[in-house]
């Protein structure tokens, strides 16, 4: 299943609500993740299928979605935001991810 | 809290065999599929394969003929083989949790990574 996220990277300001997507080739109902990575560490998941936030991660963070087409939102930019995002999905091996979207800072 | 904390060798030369392992610390072995991952210089993300408590493995297809995920029996490190590695092979390796019940199949914990460098 290929994985297939936009934009590929972003540019925005601290405060603004951003949009990524991520569409499948085929359908993956509901199994989407999300994960955010800095440079130098490992991913971080975020958002688990398509709209469950994991523990820990901030409200702003929000995902949304089915089948073959999923948002992830954050509505207000923080600093500690810029990173880069990757989609996965888990609806069969093998696993897959997009290509990422780097967020940077404006 | 659980942790994974991952070692192995990081640099090697081609044609030799690449070995990985993690070390599971804090939780449960058991309900959970055990993953490996990579990551390219500069590149996205790479599953390589998994394996249940049980000993049952998938693999990517892509390498599936290169690699070989274990568990011990003492069910708390897993580890990654890689034969006949080229530079191509030169990535992050991260180990990972896939928690299929409870998350969908996300991977929730991470271990920190190993860079293995492939070069003659």
């Known amino acids: 299943i290929q994985m297939t996220q936009s934009p590929s990277s972003l540019s925005a300001s601290v405060g603004d609500r951003v949009t990524i997507t991520c569409r499948a080739s085929?359908?993956?109902?509901?199994?989407l993740n999300w994960y955010q990575q800095k440079p130098g560490n490992a991913p971080k998941l975020l958002i688990y299928?398509?709209?469950n936030l994991e523990d820990g991660v901030p409200s702003r963070f929000s995902g949304s979605g089915s089948g073959t087409d999923f948002t992830l939102t954050i509505s207000s930019l923080q600093p500690e935001d810029f990173a880069t995002y990757y989609c996965q999905q888990s609806y069969s091996p093998p696993r897959t991810f997009g290509q990422g979207t780097r967020l940077e800072i404006k | 809290q659980v942790q994974l904390q991952q070692w192995g060798a990081g640099l090697l030369k081609p044609s030799e065999t690449l070995s990985l392992t993690c070390a599971v610390d804090g939780g449960s072995f058991s309900g959970f599929y055990w993953t490996w991952v990579r990551q390219s210089p500069g590149k996205g993300l790479e599953w390589i394969g998994d394996?249940?408590?049980?000993?049952?493995?998938n693999y990517n297809p892509s390498l599936k003929s290169r690699v070989t995920i274990s568990v011990d029996r003492s069910k708390t490190h897993f580890s990654l083989k890689l034969t006949s590695v080229t530079a191509a092979d030169t990535s992050v390796y991260y180990c990972?949790?896939?928690?299929?019940?409870?998350?969908?199949?996300?991977?929730?914990?991470w271990g920190q990574g190993t860079l293995v460098t492939v070069s003659s």
């Open positions: 990972a949790r896939d928690s299929p019940a409870h998350k969908f199949g996300a991977f929730d914990i």
């Open positions: 299928a398509a709209s």
């Open positions: 085929q359908t993956i109902s509901s199994y």
């Open positions: 394996i249940k408590e049980s000993g049952v493995t």
